[in-house]
Protein backbone atom coordinates (compact mmCIF):
# COMPACT_ATOMS: atom_id res chain seq x y z
CA UNK A 1 0.00 0.00 0.00
CA UNK A 2 1.32 3.23 -0.63
CA UNK A 3 0.20 5.19 2.60
CA UNK A 4 -0.54 8.98 2.52
CA UNK A 5 0.85 10.27 -0.75
CA UNK A 6 1.59 14.12 -1.28
CA UNK A 7 2.31 16.14 -4.08
CA UNK A 8 3.99 17.80 -5.06
CA UNK A 9 6.86 17.07 -2.81
CA UNK A 10 9.14 21.10 -3.65
CA UNK A 11 7.71 23.90 -4.57
CA UNK A 12 8.41 27.61 -4.99
CA UNK A 13 5.59 30.34 -5.77
CA UNK A 14 5.70 33.65 -5.87
CA UNK A 15 3.64 36.36 -3.62
CA UNK A 16 -0.07 35.83 -4.81
CA UNK A 17 -0.06 32.98 -6.62
CA UNK A 18 -2.22 30.23 -5.89
CA UNK A 19 -1.68 26.43 -5.80
CA UNK A 20 -3.13 23.29 -4.71
CA UNK A 21 -0.91 20.42 -2.64
CA UNK A 22 -2.57 17.14 -3.18
CA UNK A 23 -2.87 14.82 -0.35
CA UNK A 24 -4.23 11.07 -1.46
CA UNK A 25 -4.38 8.09 1.11
CA UNK A 26 -5.41 4.30 0.20
CA UNK A 27 -6.14 3.02 3.59
CA UNK A 28 -10.28 4.04 3.66
CA UNK A 29 -9.18 6.55 6.62
CA UNK A 30 -12.32 8.72 7.67
CA UNK A 31 -10.10 11.37 9.47
CA UNK A 32 -7.73 13.30 7.30
CA UNK A 33 -5.91 16.58 7.86
CA UNK A 34 -3.32 19.02 7.18
CA UNK A 35 -0.54 20.64 9.75
CA UNK A 36 2.40 22.81 9.05
CA UNK A 37 5.29 22.88 10.34
CA UNK A 38 8.15 25.98 11.07
CA UNK A 39 11.30 25.51 13.05
CA UNK A 40 10.50 26.32 16.92
CA UNK A 41 6.96 26.23 16.05
CA UNK A 42 6.07 22.31 16.19
CA UNK A 43 3.33 21.41 14.04
CA UNK A 44 0.29 23.13 14.19
CA UNK A 45 -2.94 22.38 12.30
CA UNK A 46 -4.48 24.26 9.69
CA UNK A 47 -7.76 22.02 8.68
CA UNK A 48 -9.40 18.64 9.60
CA UNK A 49 -11.86 16.74 8.08
CA UNK A 50 -14.08 13.63 9.71
CA UNK A 51 -15.41 12.50 6.65
CA UNK A 52 -16.40 13.06 2.75
CA UNK A 53 -18.31 16.40 2.75
CA UNK A 54 -17.32 17.74 6.51
CA UNK A 55 -14.16 19.85 7.40
CA UNK A 56 -13.71 21.84 9.74
CA UNK A 57 -10.67 24.89 10.62
CA UNK A 58 -7.63 24.21 12.63
CA UNK A 59 -5.74 26.61 14.69
CA UNK A 60 -4.07 28.23 11.58
CA UNK A 61 -6.64 28.64 8.63
CA UNK A 62 -6.41 31.82 7.16
CA UNK A 63 -5.48 32.11 3.67
CA UNK A 64 -5.74 28.06 3.27
CA UNK A 65 -8.94 26.37 1.94
CA UNK A 66 -9.94 22.37 2.01
CA UNK A 67 -12.58 20.36 0.34
CA UNK A 68 -13.38 16.64 0.88
CA UNK A 69 -15.41 15.45 -1.92
CA UNK A 70 -14.02 11.73 -1.75
CA UNK A 71 -12.78 9.50 1.36
CA UNK A 72 -9.45 9.43 -0.73
CA UNK A 73 -8.81 12.54 -1.18
CA UNK A 74 -8.18 15.74 0.83
CA UNK A 75 -6.70 19.02 -1.44
CA UNK A 76 -5.10 22.10 0.53
CA UNK A 77 -5.38 25.53 -1.33
CA UNK A 78 -3.27 28.34 -0.85
CA UNK A 79 -5.66 31.33 -2.54
CA UNK A 80 -3.28 33.86 -2.46
CA UNK A 81 0.65 32.91 -1.74
CA UNK A 82 2.33 35.24 1.09
CA UNK A 83 6.50 34.41 2.21
CA UNK A 84 4.46 33.68 5.64
CA UNK A 85 3.00 30.77 3.99
CA UNK A 86 7.12 29.46 3.63
CA UNK A 87 6.93 25.91 5.57
CA UNK A 88 6.79 22.11 5.49
CA UNK A 89 3.35 20.83 4.81
CA UNK A 90 2.25 17.31 6.01
CA UNK A 91 -0.99 15.76 5.20
CA UNK A 92 -2.40 12.75 7.69
CA UNK A 93 -4.59 10.31 8.35
CA UNK A 94 -6.41 7.84 10.49
CA UNK A 95 -9.29 5.64 11.26
CA UNK A 96 -12.18 7.03 13.56
CA UNK A 97 -11.70 4.31 15.82
CA UNK A 98 -8.23 5.62 16.23
CA UNK A 99 -8.06 9.00 15.71
CA UNK A 100 -4.70 9.77 17.79
CA UNK A 101 -3.19 7.17 15.42
CA UNK A 102 -1.80 9.28 12.30
CA UNK A 103 -0.08 8.35 9.64
CA UNK A 104 1.40 11.16 7.59
CA UNK A 105 2.82 11.94 4.33
CA UNK A 106 6.36 12.53 3.29
CA UNK A 107 5.44 16.39 2.97
CA UNK A 108 5.71 19.38 0.46
CA UNK A 109 8.46 22.11 1.51
CA UNK A 110 6.96 24.95 -0.24
CA UNK A 111 9.07 28.84 0.01
CA UNK A 112 6.97 31.68 -1.38
CA UNK A 113 9.12 34.56 -2.90
CA UNK B 1 -0.51 29.43 26.75
CA UNK B 2 1.03 26.19 25.42
CA UNK B 3 -1.11 23.37 26.13
CA UNK B 4 1.69 20.63 25.35
CA UNK B 5 5.59 21.50 26.48
CA UNK B 6 8.39 19.25 25.66
CA UNK B 7 12.08 19.72 27.48
CA UNK B 8 14.64 19.67 26.86
CA UNK B 9 14.22 21.33 22.93
CA UNK B 10 17.60 19.12 22.08
CA UNK B 11 19.65 16.69 23.90
CA UNK B 12 22.78 15.31 22.73
CA UNK B 13 24.11 11.83 23.97
CA UNK B 14 26.83 9.48 24.02
CA UNK B 15 26.04 6.44 22.59
CA UNK B 16 25.12 3.76 25.45
CA UNK B 17 23.91 6.84 27.86
CA UNK B 18 20.57 6.99 28.98
CA UNK B 19 17.98 9.61 29.42
CA UNK B 20 14.73 10.68 29.24
CA UNK B 21 12.57 13.30 27.68
CA UNK B 22 9.49 14.66 29.04
CA UNK B 23 6.04 16.04 27.63
CA UNK B 24 3.68 17.95 29.80
CA UNK B 25 0.34 19.27 29.07
CA UNK B 26 -2.07 21.44 31.28
CA UNK B 27 -4.85 20.14 29.55
CA UNK B 28 -8.01 18.72 31.50
CA UNK B 29 -9.94 15.95 30.38
CA UNK B 30 -7.18 14.14 28.08
CA UNK B 31 -8.08 11.23 25.76
CA UNK B 32 -4.99 10.30 24.88
CA UNK B 33 -1.33 10.84 24.93
CA UNK B 34 1.17 10.12 21.90
CA UNK B 35 4.26 10.03 21.15
CA UNK B 36 5.90 10.46 17.61
CA UNK B 37 9.17 10.10 16.02
CA UNK B 38 10.59 12.28 13.11
CA UNK B 39 13.48 11.66 10.97
CA UNK B 40 14.97 14.65 8.82
CA UNK B 41 13.33 15.60 5.78
CA UNK B 42 10.29 12.55 6.58
CA UNK B 43 6.68 12.81 8.43
CA UNK B 44 6.08 11.67 11.72
CA UNK B 45 5.73 8.02 12.21
CA UNK B 46 3.45 6.58 15.31
CA UNK B 47 5.23 5.26 18.72
CA UNK B 48 2.83 4.65 21.52
CA UNK B 49 -0.31 5.45 22.76
CA UNK B 50 -0.91 6.09 26.47
CA UNK B 51 -4.53 6.75 28.23
CA UNK B 52 -4.26 6.62 32.00
CA UNK B 53 -2.23 7.59 34.86
CA UNK B 54 0.40 4.99 35.63
CA UNK B 55 0.45 3.58 31.58
CA UNK B 56 3.84 2.15 30.14
CA UNK B 57 4.83 1.22 27.01
CA UNK B 58 7.51 -0.17 25.59
CA UNK B 59 9.73 -0.83 22.19
CA UNK B 60 12.91 -1.85 21.98
CA UNK B 61 14.77 1.04 23.26
CA UNK B 62 12.41 3.66 24.11
CA UNK B 63 9.68 3.20 27.04
CA UNK B 64 7.10 5.73 27.35
CA UNK B 65 5.37 6.70 30.65
CA UNK B 66 2.08 8.43 31.69
CA UNK B 67 1.02 10.54 35.19
CA UNK B 68 -1.39 13.17 35.29
CA UNK B 69 0.37 16.05 34.00
CA UNK B 70 3.05 14.56 31.80
CA UNK B 71 4.75 11.71 30.00
CA UNK B 72 7.97 10.71 29.69
CA UNK B 73 9.81 9.07 27.07
CA UNK B 74 12.74 7.01 28.70
CA UNK B 75 15.56 5.70 26.32
CA UNK B 76 17.81 2.92 27.48
CA UNK B 77 21.52 2.72 26.10
CA UNK B 78 20.63 4.54 23.23
CA UNK B 79 22.12 4.04 19.21
CA UNK B 80 22.99 6.50 16.83
CA UNK B 81 19.89 5.38 15.00
CA UNK B 82 17.83 6.87 17.84
CA UNK B 83 18.92 9.98 16.46
CA UNK B 84 15.69 12.16 15.70
CA UNK B 85 12.78 14.20 16.55
CA UNK B 86 10.64 12.87 19.02
CA UNK B 87 6.79 14.74 19.01
CA UNK B 88 4.73 14.46 21.91
CA UNK B 89 1.02 15.36 21.11
CA UNK B 90 -2.23 14.98 23.06
CA UNK B 91 -6.22 14.76 22.03
CA UNK B 92 -9.14 16.29 24.17
CA UNK B 93 -12.74 14.81 24.31
CA UNK B 94 -14.72 14.25 20.73
CA UNK B 95 -12.93 14.65 17.47
CA UNK B 96 -10.59 17.29 18.15
CA UNK B 97 -7.18 16.47 16.42
CA UNK B 98 -3.99 16.20 17.97
CA UNK B 99 -2.46 19.27 19.82
CA UNK B 100 1.53 18.71 19.21
CA UNK B 101 4.29 19.86 21.42
CA UNK B 102 7.34 21.62 19.60
CA UNK B 103 9.28 18.17 19.96
CA UNK B 104 13.07 17.16 21.44
CA UNK B 105 15.70 16.83 18.83
CA UNK B 106 18.06 14.06 20.00
CA UNK B 107 21.39 12.97 18.73
CA UNK B 108 23.19 10.24 19.60
CA UNK B 109 26.75 10.38 19.40
CA UNK B 110 28.55 7.01 18.98
Known sequence: NAGVTQTPKFQVLKTGQSMTLQCAQDMNHEYMSWYRQDPGMGLRLIHYSVGAGITDQGEVPNGYNVSRSTTEDFPLRLL?????????????????????????????????? | EDQVTQSPEALRLQEGESSSLNCSYTVSGLRGLFWYRQDPGKGPEFLFTLYSAGEEKEKERLKATLTKKESFLHITAPKPEDSATYLCAVRLSGNTPLVFGKGTRLSVIA
Open chain 1, 80 to 113: SAAPSQTSVYFCASSYSTAPGLLFFGSGTQLSVL
